[in-house]
């Protein structure tokens, strides 16, 4: 998810899609307040548009690194980002304000699923994907990440002189493919006695990923990943980047851990409903990484 746009907590004082006289006929964002009225990017990203409207007033929108724009507006002047700048999260981008079609200083804030913001098209629930919980910052006024929340480095995994099979779930049970001997394969973690590796999908330039029993060498263990979390839609989960076979799926605003990116997709390690295996495999979804 992305972080608050404030550094303090807020609260909401109009919802998603609220019905009213507005000109969508509802809501086409979330409304916060704060008492620091500082705001900051919600995420990475570049800097779409900085306009005055004299609906949203003072605006600004940042098209995020995973493809999204938010609009952020209603700013007590125009922010000192221009068009094109690249940013972090966590940058800040300007003051809280009341300017434009605003009865007092608020934020207003949409998220739609679309590199180029328009008007009211392609809307999302700005509370799916925007942890408002999230305003931690550094002494440096970054977001501080915790060593859990940064990918894990991958290990080298090599088989030995047999044929290794390739289990999907960590119970060490069902086979979704194998290993020949000698090759190589990277190894991301471990849950029980099961190794999460990630090796090459024959015949192509795409990757595969499993539990194994053997270590292939591995002596420390990667550890760590990033919290990921579903949108409002199911999140469907491959064995491979090339997407040939689906493994399972991610229930809307599941959370589960991310070890990293293979092949522009994320590689997720989940808890499988109503057991206490887990099955690791790769989504196109960012999960607001």
Avoid at 111 to 126: G, T
Avoid at 167 to 185: F, Q, T, W
Avoid at 271 to 287: A, P, Q
Wanted: aromatic share 8%; proline share 3%; hydrophobic share 25%.
């Amino acid at each position: 998810m992305y972080r608050s746009p404030f550094k303090e907590s807020s609260k909401q004082t109009t919802a998603f899609k609220k019905k009213g006289s507005w000109a969508a006929g509802y809501h086409t964002g979330v409304d916060r307040v704060c008492s620091n009225t500082t705001l900051v990017a919600p995420a990475s990203g570049t800097i779409q548009r900085n306009a005055y409207d004299k609906s949203y007033g003072n605006y600004i929108v940042l098209t995020t690194s995973d493809g999204k724009s938010i609009l952020m507006a209603h700013m007590k002047s125009r922010s000192p980002k221009t068009v094109g700048t690249k940013i972090k999260e966590g940058d800040t981008l300007g003051t809280m304000g009341s300017t434009g079609n605003s009865t007092g200083p608020h934020l207003h804030i949409e998220v739609e699923n679309s590199k180029s913001w328009a008007y009211n098209k392609k809307l999302l629930d700005p509370n799916d994907y925007i942890d408002w919980n999230d305003v931690s910052t550094s002494a440096a006024g970054k977001p501080s990440v915790s060593p859990a929340q940064s990918y894990p480095k991958a290990a080298a995994w090599k088989n030995g002189s047999t044929t290794e099979v390739v289990l999907e779930k960590s119970d060490l049970e069902e086979r979704i493919g194998s290993l020949s001997p000698k090759e190589s394969a990277k190894c991301y973690g471990k849950k029980g006695n099961g190794y999460i590796v990630v090796y090459d999908l024959d015949g192509t330039t795409k990757h595969k990923v499993g539990f194994v029993k053997y270590a292939g060498g591995v002596k420390t263990v990667p550890t760590g990943g990033k919290t990921y979390k579903n949108r409002s839609t199911v999140e469907t989960v491959y064995a491979d980047t090339a997407k040939k076979t689906k493994i399972g799926s991610l229930d809307v605003n599941e959370s589960c851990t991310c070890l990293g990116t293979v092949d522009g997709m994320y590689l997720v390690l989940y808890k499988i409903n109503g057991t206490s295996d887990y099955k690791c495999g790769f989504v196109s979804y960012s999960g607001g990484l």
